[in-house]
């Protein structure tokens, strides 16, 4: 299961970040149309979206015990959505050895490492910075 889940979320990064780097070169970030803005399917997947960031956040709240590390994540996985939340699970997945216990994953806390939420908010900030 451990390796399913691993090519799973390589997956996920690889894709989402293929189709933000398509959708880059179409049109820059900040020129989406007024009507697509307004659109209440585009609000609702919107909320839809970031609520399912929140509730997730939640969680790596959970397992995050370093306020620094829980903030880096906050910010990372609002600003990155699924390309950081694919990159936590990575990170999770990848200490663990194939055959191992996938309970781990979800009931382990860790001391809280900045490393990686620091390395994805400096680029999610590098990124809106530069859009």
Not at 76 to 82: K, R, S, T
């Given at each position: 299961m451990i390796l399913f889940l691993r090519i799973l979320f390589v997956v996920i990064v690889a894709s989402m970040l293929a189709v933000i780097t398509w959708a880059s070169l179409h049109t820059p970030l900040f020129a989406i149309p007024r009507?697509?803005?307004?659109?209440p399917w585009f609000i609702?997947?919107?909320?839809?979206?970031?609520?399912?960031?929140?509730?997730?956040?939640?969680?790596?709240a959970w397992k995050e015990q370093s306020l620094a590390?829980?903030?880096l994540w906050f910010v990372?996985?609002?600003?990155?959505?699924?390309v950081a939340i694919?990159?936590?699970m990575l990170r999770e997945?990848?200490?663990?050895?194939?055959?191992?216990?996938?309970?781990?994953?979800?009931?382990?806390?860790?001391?809280?490492?900045?490393?990686?939420?620091?390395?994805?908010?400096a680029a999610?900030?590098?990124?809106?910075?530069l859009a």
């Open positions: 009507e697509v803005f307004s659109h609702a997947t919107l909320f839809d979206a970031y609520y399912a960031f929140i509730a997730f956040f939640v969680w790596v590390a829980r903030v990372a996985i609002i600003a990155l959505g699924n694919g990159a936590y997945l990848f200490r663990l050895p194939a055959p191992g216990p996938l309970a781990s994953i979800f009931t382990q806390r860790n001391p809280g490492t900045l490393a990686l939420p620091g390395a994805l908010t999610s900030i590098a990124v809106y910075l």
